[in-house]
């Protein structure tokens, strides 16, 4: 065989060749399932417009995007930052941009990366199947970015932007965690039906019909709980209890909400995504080499940043900025692959399902059927906490000492395992903050309850400037409570609306 | 089953709406850095764009999270010397250990969030919602006006655009040359003819071959058309562009005792001001300095704010040699003129009145705007109230007091507001 190319230089035909050759490998041999794939060349002015618009080609405009652009133009232009080699979208064809500035090799290898790893882990792992449609996203953000735009030429530019700026700031929240949703088909009966519910409840909205009527005592208001109960999803909530939202705003409502669940999968499976792509483009490129259609300079340009992308530089190095996802990532699939193939006695301990079976199906399950979270606490090895020389330090607030739980010996494995894990736990990073109820015969204020885990407060400032987003889509006064193990109330915020004060009888 | 397409030649703008969005958003914050910035720039330097810092808690899109404070359990890589249960102090800042990770995030929240605002911007910023009263003469901001201008002669066109002297004289041409051969022939076929007639041998047959000859040949030379649509020729005009877009700024100051350095100062950044404003509506400003005291002379910039001179002071002087300058270099069919006059308002007192009537007649008339400040802490003077009356007879004739350097660009503001539409 000889190498398909041999300068630097890319250009469309050696594309489609490398392209076809990484196929081969990756769909043929190793039988990686993607999605049709899109290559599209950009240049890195466009990059930096992907970039902004949180990597999606369209989307409704905002000036959060447009801030995040400066700072992006901003950072390239000075050299500070290259551009990341890739983008790709969720979506069905699978886009993967490639960058003009890129050499021969780059091209090849987000080709890799991108088209065949992050395409195989869109398809196959089980939150992006359940929570996202690939098919459907681009359509939805067209529509999305028609609709403000509309809105925008109705409303004006001001009264969307705020409507915005109120969603964005609990987009986070505008998530299912816990609830899971129901198989395709029988969602879409759930989801007609329950519009029909809804559109039911907004004809007799139990709140909002409501008009007062003083009970003598207190006896009336302890039976009428709204919501019945408490709900995770503040923004559904929002948009679908809020009394003085107009049908457009609900609209934008839900269309944050659309676009933060879509994201969600990816905020929860960065290490095993990038760990996946990482994975593959390492092995594909590699089976090129094998295979004697790439150069030894071509392998040297790789090999060069590709180790600089899965480089963990140690706790007391300057630039350590906490764990690199693609350095955990690839180093746990790799590690998930020589388990299979070669296992020592100690994996044979600690994974006596996968030690010795063929390694293709074992990662297969693994990218399927896992988030960061679950992905860690299953498949993190005791070699890899030796490699990586995890430790753990417990920083309680109570302590004036930092203490070393666990480092990586015998008895601290497990410890660091599962620690490691919570650390990727979305559900413990972000604070756990839920609708508690509304006052539906007082004042109608929104209570909302922050459960604390173990005892980490809300930070206070951002915690009373959201609230006041929260208070502008609720339009009453809006609290907010942190309540601790015991179910004893440590802070409380509150926003006061001020005005729309309802007039009771 | 894999396409690869080259989006490269689709828009890469894309972001545009997002970043005006953005500096729509903060309009505030960066008006304020861009008059700063204005303060510190000499008159012509509005190139570059401006770099705009805005504190970052400003621009922050608030989220819930979680403060300092509770239990938190950490997993780093890279362990050397610790083992189980060793317990050691809070390292003190980010320095990237312990609880560095949540610390260096409020850390960075100390930093400007800065960038650069492009010159466009910049000035967009700075003009927004102003506009020159009377902009009457030219189109602003980028029209440029075209001219058509003679550009030799083409083979087609409109018959307006005939030109008949060059058609007949190519007709002429043509004409000639087609008959050249003809002609030959013809004296030919008559010399022949001649000899024919004179030789008289029984030249029956041929001298009717030779008369019918000639009559085929006069036939043919009268057949050549007089005019054929191959000679028209037209008139050929071509549009250019106009240099239209030209403006001349005159900056007249008092530079007697009476004027300090500050008040100088003041008066520099009111130039500022309007140069920056012409620039923006024309491509080509012409800058002239007048400073006067008693007599008037014309200076280059760095004489007209740096040097110092005392005694009395002769407004009219200034007036009278913008006049001159008017009438010798800047005709105003050609120019915009702009004046912006500064002065603490001393005058000797019987030229005030001598002023009004150079404005009136000379002055006013050829100008596009002319603005006057009085940098003064007093009372007005005689000149101020005879320019008061000029402003009441003239709609473009602008007038302001500032006391302190604070009051420059609301005056400014003052000055160029927009205006409805004139009607001059």
């Known amino acids: 065989m000889t190498p398909i190319s041999t300068g630097s230089e890319w250009t469309f035909e050696l594309i489609d060749e490398y392209e076809r050759a990484i196929r081969e490998i990756a769909v043929d041999e190793f039988k990686l399932d993607v999605y049709p794939i899109q290559l599209e060349v950009i240049s890195a002015e466009q990059m930096m417009d992907a970039y902004s618009s949180v990597g999606m080609p369209v989307n409704y405009h905002h000036w959060s995007f447009g801030k995040h652009f400066v700072a992006t133009e901003k950072s390239y232009k000075r050299g500070h930052m290259g551009l990341a080699y890739e983008i790709v979208i969720n979506s069905n064809p699978c886009i993967a941009y490639l960058m003009e500035e890129n050499s021969m090799t780059m091209q090849a290898l987000v080709t890799a990366h991108a088209a065949y790893g992050h395409n195989s882990f869109f398809k196959g792992n089980y939150l992006f199947k359940a ?19 509309q809105c925008e030429e109705r409303y004006g530019i001001d009264a969307v932007e705020e409507l915005l700026d109120s969603c964005h700031a609990l987009m986070n929240y505008g998530v299912d965690r816990y609830k899971r949703p129901q198989k395709l088909s029988m969602a879409k009966e759930q989801a007609r039906q329950s519009e029909r519910e809804h559109y039911l409840q907004q004809q007799v909205n139990d709140l ?21 109960e408490p709900q995770e999803n503040l923004l559904y909530f929002i948009e679908k209890s809020a009394p003085f939202l107009e ?12 676009v933060a669940q879509y994201f969600y999968p990816q905020r929860q499976t960065q290490v095993m995504n990038e760990g ?11 089976r090129l080499y094998e295979k004697k259609l790439v150069t030894d300079g071509f392998m040297m340009e790789f090999l060069q940043s590709h180790t600089n992308v899965v480089y963990q530089p140690p706790v007391n190095a300057q630039w350590y900025r906490g764990i690199n996802p693609y350095a955990l990532g690839f180093s746990m699939y790799q590690d998930i692959r020589r388990v299979c193939e070669e296992p020592t006695d100690e994996d044979r301990a600690w994974f006596p399902d996968i030690a010795g079976t063929p390694w293709r199906d074992a990662l297969e399950f693994a990218m399927r059927n896992f988030k960061d979270e679950s992905f860690i606490s299953q498949y993190l090895s005791p070699k890899l906490i030796r490699d990586f020389r995890f430790f753990a330090i417990r920083d309680d607030d109570q302590d004036d000492k930092l203490e070393v739980e666990a480092i990586h010996d015998e008895e601290g494995y497990r410890e660091i395992r599962q620690l490691l894990a919570e650390q990727y736990n979305l559900g413990s990073r972000e604070p756990n903050i839920q ?12 209570t909302l309850r922050h459960s604390m885990h173990n005892r980490r407060p809300l930070e206070p400032e951002s915690a009373e400037e959201v609230l006041r987003h929260v208070a502008r889509l609720w339009g009453f006064d809006v609290r907010l409570e942190s309540v601790d193990d015991q179910g004893h109330v440590r802070q409380t915020f509150s926003c006061a609306t001020g005005h729309r004060e309802l007039q009771l009888s | 089953m894999s396409h690869i397409i080259d989006r490269r030649l689709n828009g890469k703008n894309k972001s545009t709406v997002n970043r005006e969005r953005f500096l729509r958003r903060f309009k505030a914050q960066i008006k304020e850095a861009v008059s700063k910035a204005i303060k510190g720039r000499s008159i012509t330097d509005i190139e570059s764009g401006e770099k705009v810092s805005i504190p970052v808690k400003d621009i922050a899109e608030p989220i819930f999270h979680h403060g300092k404070g509770g239990v938190w359990d950490h997993i780093h890589p890279g362990n050397e010397e610790f083992i189980k249960g060793d317990r050691f102090s809070r390292p003190q800042g980010g320095s990237g250990s312990g609880g560095g990770g949540r610390a260096s995030k409020d850390g960075e929240g100390e930093d400007d969030f800065a960038f650069e605002l492009s010159h466009e911007e910049f000035m967009n910023v700075f003009f927004d919602d102003l506009a020159l009263p009377n902009l009457v003469k030219n189109q602003l901001m980028g029209i440029d006006e075209l001219k058509s201008v003679r550009a030799g002669f083409t083979n087609d066109g409109t018959p307006a655009n005939i030109n008949i002297v060059r058609s007949l004289r190519g007709a002429l041409a043509r004409r000639v040359a087609m008959a050249a051969p003809t002609l030959e022939e013809i004296n030919k076929t008559e010399e022949e003819l001649d000899t024919l007639l004179e030789s008289d041998e029984e030249s029956g047959f041929e001298v009717r071959e030779r008369r019918r000859r000639l009559h085929f040949l006069r036939e043919r030379l009268g057949s050549i058309p007089f005019i054929d649509p191959f000679d028209l020729r037209y008139n050929n005009r ?6 239209t877009s030209q403006a001349v700024m005159f900056c007249l100051m008092d530079v007697s005792g009476s004027m300090d350095e500050a008040k100088k100062d003041m008066a520099k950044r009111f130039f500022i001001l309007l140069y920056l404003f012409l620039q923006r509506n024309y491509e080509k400003i012409d800058l002239v300095f007048i400073r006067h005291h008693t007599s008037a002379v014309e200076v280059n910039e760095h004489d007209f704010f740096h040097s110092r001179e005392s005694g009395g002071t002769v407004v009219s002087s200034a007036l009278n040699l913008m006049k001159e300058i008017l009438a010798k270099r800047y005709p105003s069919d050609v120019w915009n003129v702009y004046a912006a006059q500064a002065s603490d308002g001393d005058n000797w007192d019987s030229d005030s009145a001598n002023c009004a009537h150079i404005l009136d007649e000379a002055v006013l008339p050829a100008c596009q705007y002319y603005a006057y400040i009085e940098i003064t802490e007093g009372e007005p003077q005689n000149l101020w109230y005879e320019y008061l009356k000029v402003q009441e007879r003239h709609r473009h004739f602008a007038m302001q007091k500032i006391h302190s350097a604070g009051d420059i660009y609301p005056v400014f503001r003052e000055l160029f507001k927009r205006q409805p539409t004139p009607t001059r």
């Open chain 1, 435 to 446: 609708v508690w109820s509304v006052n539906v015969r007082g004042d109608r204020s929104l």
């Open chain 1, 208 to 228: 909002w019909r409501t008009i007062p009527k003083r009970d003598k005592g207190d006896g009336g208001q302890a039976a009428l709980r709204f919501p019945p």
């Open chain 1, 276 to 286: 996946w792509a990482t994975f593959w483009h390492y092995t594909i490129l590699n």
């Open chain 2, 238 to 243: 071509v549009k250019q562009l106009k240099p």
């Open chain 1, 131 to 149: 929570w996202t449609d690939a098919s459907a996203i681009i359509d939805y953000l067209v529509f999305a970015k028609k609709y403000l735009s």
């Open chain 1, 247 to 258: 049908p457009w705003q609900r609209e934008v409502v839900r269309i944050v909400r659309k």
